[in-house]
């Protein structure tokens, strides 16, 4: 099984900061590592799929890179809806797995 | 529009049988895998397998194997998760979710289904 792993657990942010979340698999993925942002009582949503493919309708200020074991997700000028849990999740081998989570708070 | 729509929250005791469904419309349901996601409150998110309505393939994890049941009845867009024999420790959000194939990411998810087992 393959193992993700995710830092920082917690984040707090003011508005207008930059957020970084690294996602880190436990063997090479490829691309096959997509981001989704989950705000409470919702379900998650596809923010990044594929390492670094954007996803019509999600805002510009999210973005991804990486490949192989190490991901890593952007907020670029952190907004105040974008507190939330974010988890990355591999598609690569089954069992599928996720990370466990980032939550991002709003200061 | 896309919709995966679920059952409704469930109280249960430890030992009774479940079954929750997941309705989907707005696509073709049968080209889609429809897979299954535990959450508990609080916690983060397991993939417990999915399935193709197409031809009822499916692929669990190891963690869920013998576990739960994951179904389908194409001819009503529905997607089903079953237990025969519930636990406490089953108590959590189950979402289902689509994917366009094996391998693709999860693009759309359903509302979720509440399921608590306690005596």
């Known amino acids: 099984e393959i193992v993700l792993t995710q830092s920082p657990d917690f984040q707090s942010v003011t508005p207008k900061e930059n957020v970084t979340i690294s996602c880190r698999a436990s063997?090479?993925?490829?691309?096959?590592l997509h981001w989704y942002q989950q705000k409470p009582d919702q379900s998650p949503n596809l923010l990044i799929k594929f390492a670094s493919q954007s996803i019509p309708g999600v805002p510009s200020r999210f973005s991804g890179s990486g490949s192989g074991t190490d991901f890593t997700l952007t907020i670029n000028s952190l907004e105040a809806e974008d507190a939330a849990a974010y988890y990355c999740?591999?598609?690569?081998?089954?069992?599928?797995?996720f990370g466990p989570g980032t939550k991002v708070e709003i200061k | 529009e896309v919709q995966l729509v679920q059952s409704g929250a469930e109280v249960k005791k430890p030992g009774e049988s479940l079954k929750i469904s997941c309705r989907g419309s707005?696509?073709?349901?049968?080209?889609?895998?429809t897979g299954w996601v535990r959450q508990v409150p609080g916690n983060g998110l397991e993939w417990l397998g999915t399935?193709?309505?197409?031809?009822?393939?499916?692929v669990y994890s190891p963690s869920f194997q013998g576990q739960v049941t994951i179904s389908v009845d194409k001819s009503i867009s529905t997607a089903y998760l079953q237990w025969s024999s519930l636990k406490a420790s089953d108590t959590a959000i189950y979402y289902c979710a689509r994917r366009y194939t094996k391998y693709s990411p999860i693009d759309f998810w359903g509302q979720g289904t509440l399921v608590t087992v306690s005596s």
């Open positions: 999740h591999q598609s690569y081998n089954v069992p599928f797995t």
């Open positions: 707005g696509y073709n349901f049968a080209s889609y895998w």
């Open positions: 399935i193709y309505p197409a031809d009822s393939d499916t």
């Open positions: 063997q090479s993925i490829g691309t096959s």
